[in-house]
């Protein structure tokens, strides 16, 4: 077994559970099912889910840190089975239980025993689960598994949610009681001065731009797989830190293909995952190649993040290997393809060699300011009267709706949009009035 480096405690400081087993035995899908929401992939395509996928589950009011891992195949000469390996052993390293998940339906395979020799020798917990056992027949069948020389066995159907109560029972039985069995883990009781502000950030852009290697140097170890092959990440891969005070969950997203380009399953549901955590994040980290430039599928990529009114950051990387570019043409290149996206701050980068990603904090602070917030109906007011409006529309006042994006209502003598020009003069007036840098501002017309 390759050594590690001793990694860091989870920030919550919760203990960890870390299911394992051979690729397509049904990890992801008793993940999903421990942690009541669809947070991995699941499908038949074998090898699927690739990165360590974290989240916080909770049973009978004890709270858990639950990982999920790639499928793992010993002694494989393939890269990508090895760096599964790697990651699952970071996971393996933190854990305080370990869910070792194998398919009832199949006889036990040479993989199974590897693993099951590699656990022993971790001295750690260990629980066997074997799955898809959904009929009496089958559990009877079970019972033979013991020969992989765990004591506890628990036959389970993650997909018809059979047994799943009895193996929790078991596998948190010692863990922390911290909320009230009834209670829902997003009820729980917190206390918001004693907790850091925290930060979701969505790493997005076309495969194969770095977002791997980013999140990587963000969080300062190998949390995400890298690799040379375009659409290594399938699953969404989070991980939070805390600096300066205030907790980032960086989210690393699989890359969004076009969508003619988009066959396997498994790809056309990671980009709708992508998608859907763009919509969830407060921050937006669109990764451009500075080696390509910009490209038009990065203009569409863009428009995902700008239409769901998320804060965002234009991140350049490769800096290190774009050759003669300087920052000033990029960055005008990049206003002329992306021209909604003016309000975006420009960070340069290389996320491989670490140059110029610690800047990204403090970017990515400032950008959840302006998106957050509200500025009062007296001073926009004061703002109107100043304002020089097209002769077609009357403008009487406006109030601020909403943040994240900051939304304005402007009351008119039209029962209509305003022209575009018109709106846009009225964005640009807000911004240099009261900065909003980072962020869309979404501008709705009333009629009084």
């Keep these: 077994m390759v050594a590690r480096p001793e990694p860091k405690p989870p920030i919550n400081g919760l203990p960890t559970v870390v299911i394992v087993g051979r690729p397509n035995v049904g990890k992801s899908t008793l993940f999903n099912v421990i942690l009541g929401q669809r947070r991995s992939i699941v499908g038949d395509e074998p090898g699927i889910t690739r990165d360590r996928i974290h989240g916080q589950a909770i049973y009978r009011g004890?709270?858990?840190?639950?990982?999920?891992?790639?499928?793992?195949?010993?002694?494989?000469?393939?890269?990508?089975?090895?760096e599964i390996l790697k990651q699952a052993q970071v996971a393996l390293g933190r854990a305080a239980h370990i869910i070792f998940l194998i398919d009832g339906r199949t006889?036990?395979?040479?993989?199974?025993?590897?693993?099951a020799k590699m656990l022993r020798r971790l001295g750690k917990p260990v629980t066997l689960a074997v799955n898809k056992i959904d009929t009496q027949a089958r559990e009877d069948l079970a019972h033979e598994f013991h020969s992989l020389g765990f004591r506890d066995l628990f036959p389970i159907s993650a997909e018809h949610h059979m047994g799943i109560g009895d193996l929790l029972d078991h596998v948190t039985?010692?863990?922390?009681?911290?909320v009230e069995p009834e209670e829902d883990a997003a009820d729980a009781p917190r206390d918001p001065a004693a907790e850091p502000q925290r930060i979701k950030v969505a790493i997005v852009g076309r495969p194969n731009v770095g977002k791997s290697t980013l999140l990587n140097a963000l969080v300062g170890e190998e949390r995400s797989i890298v690799s040379p092959v375009a659409g290594t990440t399938r699953d969404a891969v989070d991980e939070s830190l805390v600096h300066d005070g205030v907790e980032f969950v960086f989210?690393?997203?699989?890359?969004?293909?076009?969508?003619?380009?988009?066959?396997?399953?498994?790809?056309?549901?990671?980009?709708?995952?992508?998608?859907?955590?763009?919509r969830m994040a407060n921050v937006v980290i669109?990764?451009?190649?500075?080696?390509?430039?910009?490209?038009?599928?990065?203009?569409t990529v863009a428009g995902y993040a700008h239409e769901e009114g998320r804060a965002l950051i234009l991140c350049v990387n490769k800096w290190d290997i774009a050759g003669e570019k300087s920052k000033r043409a990029f960055t005008e290149s990049i206003?002329?393809?992306?021209?909604?996206?003016?309000?975006?701050?420009?960070?340069?980068?290389?996320?491989?060699?670490?140059?110029?990603?610690?800047?990204?904090f403090s970017m990515i602070s400032d950008a959840y300011k302006s998106a957050s917030k509200r500025v009062g109906t007296g001073e926009l007011n004061r703002l109107v009267e100043m304002l020089d409006f097209d002769r077609d529309i009357k403008v009487y006042y406006m109030t601020q709706a909403s943040v994240r994006p900051p939304a304005f209502v402007v009351f008119t003598d039209k029962a209509k949009e305003m022209h575009f020009s018109t709106e846009r003069?009225?964005?640009?007036?807000?911004?240099?009035?009261?900065?909003?840098?980072?962020?869309?501002i979404v501008i709705k017309t009333k009629r009084r």
């Design 107 to 115: 006889e036990i395979t040479g993989a199974d025993r590897e693993l």
């Design 425 to 440: 003069f009225l964005i640009n007036q807000l911004r240099k009035r009261f900065g909003f840098e980072g962020t869309p």
């Design 286 to 299: 669109l990764v451009l190649d500075a080696s390509e430039g910009v490209l038009g599928h990065d203009a």
């Design 251 to 278: 989210i690393d997203t699989a890359g969004i293909r076009r969508k003619g380009k988009t066959k396997l399953m498994a790809e056309k549901l990671s980009v709708v995952m992508a998608r859907r955590h763009i």
């Design 173 to 178: 039985e010692g863990f922390e009681t911290s």
């Design 62 to 82: 004890r709270r858990f840190e639950l990982i999920d891992t790639g499928g793992i195949i010993q002694n494989d000469a393939e890269w990508i089975p090895t």
């Design 335 to 360: 206003r002329d393809e992306l021209k909604f996206l003016d309000y975006a701050p420009i960070a340069f980068v290389s996320a491989k060699k670490g140059t110029g990603v610690k800047q990204l």
